[in-house]
Structure formats: structure tokens, C-alpha cells
């Protein structure tokens, strides 16, 4: 639930703020109907597989029988089809059935076949192929659905799908943005970041239940950009970035993630209508901001000066997005002790064994370099722990004096 969640968020603050004890928020938290369950979590999850599933299975019903289904047919029934799905959707999410959740899923299904009907289309009449196109109304259509409906699913697969328009389109001959090779997952990355900035902006004008779905479609893009940045070397990248997508998506949000910097360091964030940073909060957004900033004006440098030469002898811009990765991890550590978020903690740790582990097989071989390669993370590995430990010991310890108080 959407108010389970932010009242969760919300009580951690007082509980820092020393407003409650940790005791009287779990008094709090109690009273909500459904805080005692995992079930009403469980419900978005699976309108989302259900979605996907049943537009997955439309899609091969379809093409198994294509040829053998006349055209207007085609057309009449995906219009129909279009049409019922949403109706159903709207009367199940408000009507009488009053299930929200669940009319959400077939909701997000009508704009599944939406984009199955726009590929017919461009099938039918031989409009050239290329996702973009197809997927930029869908990705309109799913935000705008979303502010509607005041629904978290359709946002985060609006984000998802915005993702996979801009990487579409980047690869789209003759396109504003075309961009290729490893190239492309600069200014993803920088759309990663664009999603973080929404995500605080939706805060800022009273859209706090969007806030995660966009944090989690955000900071999930910027990894996995990230990782696939840290292959630069392998990439024969002999066209930096154009101008349009380098001011739009790089130098843009560097500018705005800078500023957020600054007023952070400087606390003066409430000067501009934000919230205030919570004194715990503030040393490890500080330091995800300072990341973000590093990432950004590292990306810009790359995506002016590609350097495609010497990148596979001296590789400046792969160690630098190597070093970027692991201090998005230990940033995101960091948040995730501060904010009770054990999952980002969990999902960190992931992406720091698997960081590892693809280094080793990438760059060495004999085992003299297994070996400092071993030993090298082996000793980050300890260093993690040792912060967790700590950083889980003072949350024990802060969590028993609010009890005794």
C-alpha cells in the first residue's frame, strides 16, 4: 500500500528527528489495517506479471496464426480488443468490484496491446520498423495514465519503458539523438539520473507515492549503464556524443545534481521549497549526490572525447567508470543503513560480487593477478562488513534508547 509506505518512511524521520520512540512507531505502524501483511504487496507484483504475461500471450497467439488471419480482422480486433481490456480495467478499478490493483493490471495490459496494435500497424501498411516510434505514445500515454489514476505501477512502467525508448531511439539511423556503441550508455545513464531528479521533483509538488517507483527505475538504470560502461575499453567508439543529447541528458542534470550538491553542503535546501535533510540523512545524501555529480561530469568528458585509440592500452575512461560503480555501491550501502532499507543493502552487495567477479574474468588471467585480484576483493568484502557491522550496531543501539526513553 502506497500510505503503509510512506507512513513507514515518514515514522523512521520522527524517529530520528527524536519526535517518537522506535517502540511508539511500531505502535503506530500497528494500527494501519494490512501493516501486519505481506499480501497487499503482493498484489502489484502480480498485476504487473499478469499484464505482461497475457500481452506476452496475445502477442504469440497472434503470430502463430498470422498469415492465416485476414488483415481487417487483424485491425478490428485489436481495436476491440483494445477497447475491452480498458473497459474492464476502468470498471474493476472504479467500479462496484472496487479492486484497485487488480484493474490497474488489466489497465496496464489495454497499453500492452496498445503497442501490439501500433507494430500491427507498421506491419500491415509497411510504415518502416523501428521500436521508438511505436514505443514513445505508449510511454506518454503510460505516464500520463499514471498521474490519472494515481497509480505506482503505471509510473514505474512508464520509467521502465522510457529506458528502452531512449536505447531504441539512440540506435535509430537519422534520429536527433543517434548515438552508437558504448556511447549509447552515456546518455542512458544520464536518463537514470533524470529519473532520480523526477522522483525528488514528484516529492516536491506532493506526488510522494511516485518517489520510489521512479528512485528504484532510476538508480537500477544508472547501475546496469554503469556495468556495461565499465567494457568502454572493448568498444571501438569513434564518435563522442552530438550536442543535442549531451546538453539534454548530461551537462542538464549535472547542473541540477550539482545544485542539489551544493545546497545540501551548505544546508540551505528548505531556501528552495525542499525538505529538509534529516541530520542522519545528510552525510550519506551528500555523498550519493557527490557520486551522481562524479558520475555526470565523467560521462560528459567520455562523451566529448572518446578517445577510442589509446582507451584499449590506457584504459583512463574504464578504470574511471570502474571506480564510479563502486562508489555508487558504498553509496547506496550507506543510504540503505541509514533509511532501514535492507533490500538496497542486499541489492549493492549483489552488484558488488558480480562487479567483481566480471572484472577478473575481463581483465586477468595468470594466477599471480587471480591473486591480487582475490585478495584485493576479499578485502573490500571485509571492509563492507566492517561498515554494515557498524552501521547496523549504532541503529541497535539508537533503537534502544528511543525504547528507554
Not at 506532493?206 to 572493448?234: C, D, M
Not at 595468470?366 to 552501521?391: C, H, K, N
Request: glycine fraction near 10%; hydrophobic fraction near 55%.
Amino acid at each position: 500500500m502506497a500510505f503503509l509506505d510512506e507512513l513507514e518512511r515518514r515514522a523512521a524521520g520522527w524517529v530520528d528527528d527524536g519526535l517518537i520512540s522506535e517502540d511508539e512507531r511500531a505502535g503506530i505502524l500497528a494500527t494501519v489495517p494490512g501493516s501486519a501483511g505481506a499480501g497487499s504487496r503482493l498484489v502489484p507484483i502480480f498485476s504487473l506479471i499478469g499484464a505482461a504475461l497475457v500481452v506476452l500471450g496475445v502477442i504469440l497467439v497472434v503470430s502463430q496464426n498470422w498469415d492465416e488471419i485476414p488483415r481487417a480482422t487483424k485491425l478490428v480486433s485489436g481495436l476491440v480488443l483494445l477497447v475491452a481490456t480498458f473497459a474492464v480495467g476502468y470498471c474493476l478499478r472504479f467500479g462496484p468490484p472496487a479492486r484497485a490493483r487488480t484493474g490497474e493490471g488489466v489497465l496496464l495490459t489495454g497499453s500492452g496491446i496498445f503497442l501490439a496494435n501500433l507494430v500491427l500497424l507498421s506491419q500491415q501498411y509497411n510504415i518502416d520498423f523501428n521500436p521508438s516510434p511505436l514505443l514513445l505514445p505508449v510511454v506518454v500515454s503510460t505516464a500520463l495514465l499514471a498521474y490519472v489514476l494515481v497509480s505506482r505501477p503505471f509510473i514505474l512502467v512508464a520509467a521502465v519503458l522510457a529506458v528502452f525508448w531512449l536505447t531504441f531511439e539512440t540506435q535509430h539511423k537519422g534520429s536527433s539523438i543517434e548515438t552508437r556503441d558504448a556511447a549509447a550508455f552515456l546518455i542512458v545513464a544520464g536518463l537514470g539520473v533524470w529519473l532520480l531528479i523526477a522522483a525528488e521533483a514528484n516529492c516536491r509538488f506532493g506526488w510522494e507515492l511516485f518517489s520510489r517507483p521512479l528512485q528504484v527505475a532510476g538508480t537500477a538504470t544508472i547501475f546496469v549503464a554503469v556495468y556495461w560502461l565499465g567494457f568502454y575499453r572493448h568498444f571501438d567508439v569513434n564518435d563522442g556524443v552530438s550536442a543535442l543529447p549531451g546538453i539534454a541528458l548530461l551537462a542538464v542534470p549535472l547542473a541540477l545534481v550539482a545544485a542539489g550538491l551544493a545546497g545540501s553542503l551548505l544546508r540551505t535546501e528548505t531556501r528552495f521549497g525542499w525538505r529538509a535533510i534529516a541530520p542522519s540523512l545528510r552525510s550519506p545524501v551528500v555523498a550519493t549526490a557527490a557520486t551522481l555529480t562524479a558520475l555526470l561530469l565523467w560521462s560528459f568528458i567520455v562523451a566529448t572525447n572518446p578517445r577510442a585509440d589509446t582507451e584499449d592500452n590506457f584504459i583512463v575512461y574504464t578504470a574511471g567508470f570502474w571506480l564510479i560503480g563502486l562508489g555508487l555501491t558504498g553509496s547506496q550501502i550507506w543510504l540503505g543503513l541509514a533509511q532501514r532499507r535492507e533490500w538496497w543493502i542486499n541489492a549493492a552487495l549483489a552488484y558488488a560480487g558480480l562487479f567483481t567477479l566480471t572484472r577478473y574474468f575481463d581483465f586477468f588471467s595468470d594466477y599471480s593477478q587471480t591473486g591480487f585480484v582475490f585478495a584485493g576483493a576479499g578485502l573490500l568484502f571485509l571492509v563492507l562488513a566492517f561498515v554494515l557491522e557498524r552501521g547496523r550496531r549504532a541503529l541497535r543501539d539508537e533503537i534502544t534508547e528511543g525504547s528507554a526513553a
